[in-house]
């Protein structure tokens, strides 16, 4: 089997890292993110802030001097932290559109234009904040619900184009030292309750579990697009 070239989009902490190195010693793998964390010299970095449509183009030019073809973008870019006192601004809630939604468009639009619209499997990580009132901040769910819908709305637009393009949304994920995990050691009891009163598989998801699943879309969406993969232990139910 070939190497495929993947990009992605965001991998300096969480999820998105956990990604890079579970694909990185089988792929011609392409990282951009704000911040450098891999030691593995066969990761190519890009510092790029995806939120700004010129550092996005910039980015996508210096990685077609490389690459003629991208098999596979995984986009993996988003925050749900409260960034305002006043979640109803406009500014707040712009905030995080600028970061869990205008990131993506931007990187679709730079791909689009530079890559002639070249057969590519994308894969997009959302929320089920988009789905289901969650206790998340009102513009992160929003943000996300946004994602979704323009997620199905490409699928049809370049079904034509043979590009493949689907949504992960996962649940409460726990991964070492992220949110959860520092909830989980601050308030143990607290936690445990929350997730039996709302997931009824009572667990966390585990980033193992998002990656089988990117392995199994990475070499199986011939015939998937616009599909929305849901791992939440059944909390949107």
């Known amino acids: 089997m070939f190497k495929k070239n993947i990009l992605i989009a965001g991998g300096s902490k969480g999820l998105g890292y956990e990604i ?74 712009m905030n995080y559109f600028d970061i869990n939604f205008f990131t993506f468009t931007n990187l679709i639009n730079s791909y689009l234009n530079l890559f002639n619209f070249k057969k590519t499997n994308i894969i997009a990580i959302s929320s089920i904040a988009g789905k289901k009132f969650i206790k998340a901040p009102i513009g992160y769910s929003l943000s996300k619900n946004s994602l979704d819908f323009f997620v199905k709305i490409l699928a049809k637009k370049l079904a034509g184009n043979k590009i493949n393009i689907n949504l992960i949304s996962p649940g409460n994920i726990l991964i070492n030292n992220n949110n959860w995990s520092k909830k989980l050691k601050k308030n143990p009891k607290i936690i445990k309750r929350y997730i039996k009163s709302n997931v009824p598989l009572n667990s966390f998801i585990e980033s193992q579990e998002i990656i089988n699943l990117i392995k199994f879309l990475i070499n199986n969406s011939k015939n998937i697009t616009g599909s929305d993969f849901v791992i939440d232990g059944g909390q949107v139910l």
């Open 20 to 93: 890079v190195k579970e694909l990185s010693n089988t792929n011609n793998l392409f990282v951009f993110s704000r911040k450098r964390r891999y030691l593995n010299k066969n990761i190519n970095f890009f510092s790029v802030d995806l939120s700004k449509e010129k550092n996005t183009l910039s980015a996508f030019k210096a990685l077609k001097k490389k690459i003629k073809k991208i098999d596979l973008i995984i986009f993996c870019v988003g925050s749900g932290k409260p960034n305002s006192k006043n979640e109803l601004s406009k500014k707040a809630i």
